[in-house]
């Protein structure tokens, strides 16, 4: 006779959730690795939206599906949070005619928790994203996200870049951020290993919190929420495999790109943005207001995705020839496809381009080799 986690690992093994979404309840698997958990906090994905999961190997991967069509855009979170952060960004932008995805990386939101740092690597999310395209049956989409989103759909740009039709990327970590996600990250690893006591305390204190119905604060509380061992495990695998594309794998990219950057916090650094759109061959930037500003005054930025990804499905915005590098040449917004577009850095600074590439340590896949660059960025 099943027992009570059981059905709940049967009821979430069923593939897809339809509709708003009310439920309450934890799945577990009994061994020494894995607890999968699935929370349903009185999170609705809407008249428009619904939630699927797939097969991962032994785990379960959760993503909502906003809008329809062929115009497929895959969007993921930051470190630790969920797809709660950028609902209200998938409905308008479905809306607008989009089929916006939002996937729950594994360990994040209603996806299955390995509490082991092995499956959490980040070169194993480009994996799942597609995995993710398969499950969809779409040949190409644009992929995009913040922070963590942002490195994987890179890294997946690499791993397989004629499945990638464009990037949106915000708040790229590279280089510049080393420092300062050390300082901020490891403290709290550390915390959540060994100071189990406390950690937990919080979790449970966050839990209480009833859904305020503001994405990126639901998101935030829910982080703050999960067990201890999760938290300890996402942070783990992401410290022990690639966290970006190197810089000639970043040059090899060829997809057109909009890269949203700010000034604000140190992890993700403005000189990263910089950076990342200086080596990609057909990229634009644009400085946000505040870290932010996607979240809470949308308005602006919603708009310039938009546009992006209307210029992207209708031709407009192509892939830049191979091998093109651009060392940061101005040139009118208006240019043809080929040749470097813009970057609007903020209101009164503009920069350029430059190049794509594949990332290391994805199973079955060998990064190519790419000839030298007249400069390093």
């Known amino acids: 006779m099943p027992t009570q986690w059981s059905r709940m690992r049967l009821k979430v093994n069923s593939g897809i959730i339809k509709g708003p979404i009310d439920s309450s309840y ?16 009185n999170l609705e994905s809407g008249p428009d939206g619904t939630r699927h999961t797939f097969a991962y190997g032994q785990y379960r991967v959760s993503y909502e599906v906003h809008g329809s069509g062929d115009r497929v855009l895959v969007w993921m979170h930051g470190l630790l949070l969920d797809a709660n952060l950028s609902r209200h960004l998938a409905r308008r932008l479905a809306a607008q005619g989009n089929r916006v995805v939002l996937l729950d990386l594994l360990g994040h939101g209603h996806s299955d928790r390995p509490r082991h740092a092995g499956a959490l690597r980040m070169d194993l999310y480009a994996e799942q994203v597609l995995c993710l395209l398969d499950e969809l049956g779409v040949d190409q989409a644009v992929l995009g996200g ?11 740009t690499v791993a397989a870049p004629e499945r990638v039709r464009g990037l949106v990327l915000e708040m790229p970590v590279l280089e510049s951020a080393v420092p300062a996600a050390v300082g901020v990250f490891m403290p709290v690893l550390i915390l959540a290993h060994y100071g189990h006591r406390v950690v937990r305390l919080l979790s449970r204190a ?45 040059r090899a990219i060829t997809a057109p790109a909009l890269v949203l950057g700010h000034g604000i916090d140190l992890i993700h650094s403005f000189t990263d943005a910089e950076r990342l759109t200086r080596q990609l061959p057909n990229a634009r930037l644009i400085r946000t207001r505040t870290f932010a500003e996607l979240w809470v005054l949308p308005g602006r930025l919603t708009r310039e995705i938009s546009t992006f990804l209307d210029r992207v499905w209708e ?48 199973p079955g896949r060998a990064p190519p080799r790419s000839p030298p660059h007249p400069r390093d960025a």
């Open 26 to 41: 934890r799945a577990y698997a009994r061994d020494d690795t894995y607890v999968g958990a699935i929370e349903e906090r």
């Open 146 to 156: 913040v922070s963590l989103g942002t490195n994987v759909s890179l890294l997946t």
């Open 206 to 250: 966050a839990q209480r919190v009833p859904p305020s119905g503001i994405g990126a604060l639901d998101s935030f509380l829910s982080a703050v929420a999960s067990d201890p061992d999760e938290t300890a495990a996402v942070l783990h695998g992401v410290l022990i495999g690639p966290i970006a594309p190197t810089s000639d794998q970043r």
């Open 315 to 362: 031709g407009v915005e192509k892939a830049a020839p191979p091998g093109r590098y651009n060392g940061g040449r101005r040139s009118s917004s208006l240019a043809a496809p080929s040749a470097p577009s813009v970057v609007n850095v903020g209101p009164a600074e503009a920069r350029m381009a430059t190049h794509q590439e594949r990332p290391e340590g994805l």
